[in-house]
């Protein structure tokens, strides 16, 4: 079965172009003008993959991507006008898995959807086959649990919502704690091997888990990489 791609787009004739690109390839699409719409079908049914513009009226592609990324690692492709450096790398730095110029080639756009799908599929596939570090029960650290069968994460034996890289992350840093890792080390063994984008990745999923677990202590390696410092139980 073919997976579904929301194409979030204002301007009616690159719709027009890139559904009939994909429908060719044989996606299923669904078209929306506005981030805020997109957000709706989210909720809803949520695609396989966006194809998300930057410029947007009301609410941005930058916002609408940083707002996906906190409950998912779906894929992201950004397709903008903007070609400066500066926008692809904040874009790779909030969590796209690509970022194309316009004006672009539809087949470029479909080659990629193509190659970002495949490597969702490795990603969600190595997830599930993810075996535990300890058979005998959950990971600890203070009053973080992490439930490895279950896919769980606990603070203070309150559940957190993460997503499955920020789950991955946490799992290597908690099966060796104290231990630094490097981001090269982090980005291959969370993203895979084939992933092109910058290690700025790491610390971007970093950041999002100390926003969802503030007194975790994930501890940067200046120049280098992350930690999990052991801990007590609080009393």
């Known amino acids: ?139 600890h650290n203070g009053d973080l649990t992490l439930s490895i069968k279950e896919r769980r994460v606990l603070w203070k034996n309150e559940e957190v919502e993460v997503t499955s890289k920020e789950f991955n992350l946490l799992e290597i840093l908690i099966s060796q704690v104290n231990r630094a890792f490097s981001r090269e080390e982090l980005l291959q063994r969370v993203w895979g091997e084939d992933y092109f984008g910058s290690d700025r990745a790491v610390d971007d999923l970093v950041k999002r888990l100390r926003k969802k677990l503030p007194n975790v202590p994930i501890e940067t390696v200046w120049g280098y990489g992350y930690r999990l410092r052991e801990r007590e139980e609080e009393a």
């Open 1 to 139: 079965m073919k997976s579904t791609i929301a194409i979030v787009e204002d301007d009616p004739h690159i719709q027009e172009i890139v559904e009939a690109y994909l429908q060719k390839e044989g996606y299923h699409t669904k078209l929306l003008e506005t981030a805020e719409a997109a957000w709706d079908l989210w909720r809803e049914t949520p695609p396989d993959l966006w194809v998300l513009d930057i410029m947007l009226p009301g609410m941005n592609g930058y916002e609408f991507c940083s707002r996906i990324r906190q409950e998912s690692d779906m894929p992201i492709i950004i397709i903008s006008a903007k070609d400066e450096e500066v926008d692809k790398v904040m874009g790779l730095e909030l969590g796209s898995d690509d970022y194309l110029t316009k004006p672009f080639s539809p087949r470029e756009l479909v080659a990629r959807v193509n190659r970002v799908l495949k490597r969702w599929e490795k990603f969600q596939t190595r997830s599930e086959e993810a075996q535990p570090q300890q058979e005998d029960g959950p990971l």
